[in-house]
C-alpha cells in the first residue's frame, strides 16, 4: 500500500537546493569525533584554555545552535579557530520532510556522499528518534527498502549518534528527546564497536545523559552479538525482529535466518532476560497473506509461550519497489486477538508519518534510485 502522499503538505530543504547552498569541507574531522580528552589537548595546541573544552561540548550537545559561529561565549577568534579545524557536524541534512503526525524524517549525507535516515516520532508523552548504524544493510529483509542496495559500509560512532543530536537541534526550547531506538538503516550488531561507543555517548553523563533503559537495540539476531550486550553490563533494551513464527517462512523473509535458525536466536534472548532482566520485544511487521495469517499467530503464541515477551505487531509501510503489501486491518486485529487469547501481551504499533517516505530506508532509496 502506499503512503497517502501529498507532497504540499511536506517541508523539504536540501542543502543542495537550487540556491546552490555551499557545503562544508569534507576532509575535516567532525568536532564531537574528538573524545574529551583530545579537546582538552587541541585547544592547548592553539593556546586556548582547557575549560572552553567543556564549554565547546555544552554548546555541541545541549543547545540547539548549528554553527561555531553561535558559540557565543567562546572567543571570536576560537571560534574561528573550530571552523577551520572541523566540521561542526559529520553530514549535512540533504532531505528533511514533516508529517501531519508531525513525524519528522532526515536524509543525512555523509563526507563520502553516502546517505543515510533517521526519524523523530512524536507521541504526547515520548519524543522518541529512530537512527541508523550502517549506509545500507546485508540482512536483505524482503519487506525492506534499506536491504535493497545492500550494504555499503559500517557507520562511526559519531556517524551514528550524532542523529540524534541533529535531530535534537530541530525541536522546539521545550522538547527533549526521552527515547533512542537502534532502529534504522543497518544491522546495530554487525556493527558492535561503533554501536556500543555511540551508545556509551549518549548514556554519559558528559555525553547526552540518556538512560539506558530509555534505549533500545534492534536485531534480526546475532546470538554471538546478543551474549555479547548481555555480558556488557547496561540495561539497554532488546527488540528482537522475529517476522515468522518458523524457520522455513523466516528465511524467506529474513534471508540470514538461513545459518542461524529460530531455536538459537531465542536462546540467546532468554539469556539476554536472564542476565539483564529487561524483557524482550519481538517484533513482527505483517504482511498481507504472507506472514498474518490465523495459524501464523497460533504457531508464534506457541513459540513465546512461558516466555516473558511482548510482541510488537507492525503493519508493513508501503514501499514502491516491494510487492509485498500492508495487512488488511481485520486481520491485524485477528492476529492480536489470537496472541492475547493464548497469553501472550502484544500491541499493533500506530503508524507514524503515513504521509512521507516513513519505511526505514524508503527516502534513500528513493534518492538513490532517481
Ligand atoms: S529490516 Fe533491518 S535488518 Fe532487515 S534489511 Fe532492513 S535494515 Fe536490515
Not at 542461524?260 to 531465542?266: M, N
Not at 506472514?291 to 508501503?318: F, S, W, Y
Request: net charge neutral.
Amino acid at each position: 500500500m502506499q503512503p497517502d502522499l501529498s507532497v504540499s503538505e511536506l517541508v523539504i530543504r536540501t542543502s543542495l537546493g537550487p540556491d546552490g547552498a555551499k557545503l562544508p569541507d569534507t576532509r575535516l574531522r567532525a568536532i564531537l569525533d574528538l573524545s574529551p580528552d583530545e579537546l582538552v589537548e587541541w585547544l592547548r595546541t592553539q593556546d586556548q584554555a582547557p575549560f572552553r573544552a567543556k564549554q565547546i561540548r555544552r554548546w555541541l550537545i545541549e543547545r540547539r545552535v548549528t554553527s561555531f559561529d553561535q558559540m557565543t561565549d567562546l572567543p571570536a577568534a576560537l571560534r574561528q579557530q573550530l571552523a577551520e579545524h572541523f566540521r561542526f557536524s559529520p553530514f549535512e541534512v540533504v532531505g528533511h520532510q514533516i508529517a501531519k503526525d508531525q513525524t519528522e524524517k532526515l536524509l543525512l549525507r555523509l563526507h563520502d556522499g553516502e546517505l543515510v535516515e533517521c526519524v523523530l516520532m512524536r507521541d504526547p508523552d515520548r519524543r522518541t528518534v529512530c537512527i541508523s548504524t550502517q549506509v545500507g544493510c546485508a540482512m536483505g529483509c524482503v519487506f525492506c527498502a534499506s536491504g535493497l542496495l545492500g550494504v555499503k559500509r559500517n557507520l562511526s560512532p559519531v556517524e551514528i549518534f550524532e542523529q540524534v543530536l541533529v535531530l535534537h537541534r530541530l525541536m522546539k526550547d521545550d522538547e527533549r528527546i526521552t527515547n533512542v531506538v537502534v532502529m534504522g538503516i543497518g544491522e546495530p550488531l554487525a556493527n558492535y564497536r561503533a554501536l556500543m561507543e555511540s551508545l556509551t555517548f549518549l548514556t554519559a553523563e558528559d555525553g547526552f545523559g540518556l538512560g539506558a533503559r530509555r534505549i533500545t537495540v534492534s536485531t534480526v539476531g546475532l546470538p554471538d552479538k546478543i551474549r555479547e550486550l548481555a555480558q556488557s553490563g547496561h540495561q539497554y533494551n532488546l527488540a528482537v525482529s522475529l517476522h515468522a513464527p518458523n524457520d522455513t517462512l523466516r528465511t524467506k523473509i529474513v534471508p540470514i535466518n538461513r545459518s542461524i535458525g529460530l531455536k538459537e536466536i531465542l536462546a540467546a534472548a532468554d539469556e539476554y532476560f536472564e542476565i539483564t532482566g529487561r524483557r524482550i520485544s519481538y517484533e513482527y511487521v505483517l504482511m498481507s497473506g504472507i506472514n498474518d495469517r490465523p495459524e501464523h499467530a497460533e504457531e508464534l503464541a506457541t513459540l513465546l509461550r512461558g516466555r516473558n515477551a511482548h510482541v510488537n505487531l507492525i503493519p508493513m509501510n508501503g514501499v514502491n519497489e516491494l510487492v509485498m503489501t500492508a495487512p488488511r486491518d481485520p486481520d491485524t486485529q485477528q492476529f492480536l486477538s489470537i496472541l492475547e487469547r493464548r497469553g501472550v501481551t502484544a500491541t499493533v504499533r500506530k503508524r507514524k508519518g503515513a504521509d512521507i517516505d516513513a519505511a526505514c530506508g524508503q527516502l534513500r532509496l528513493n534518492r538513490e534510485l532517481s
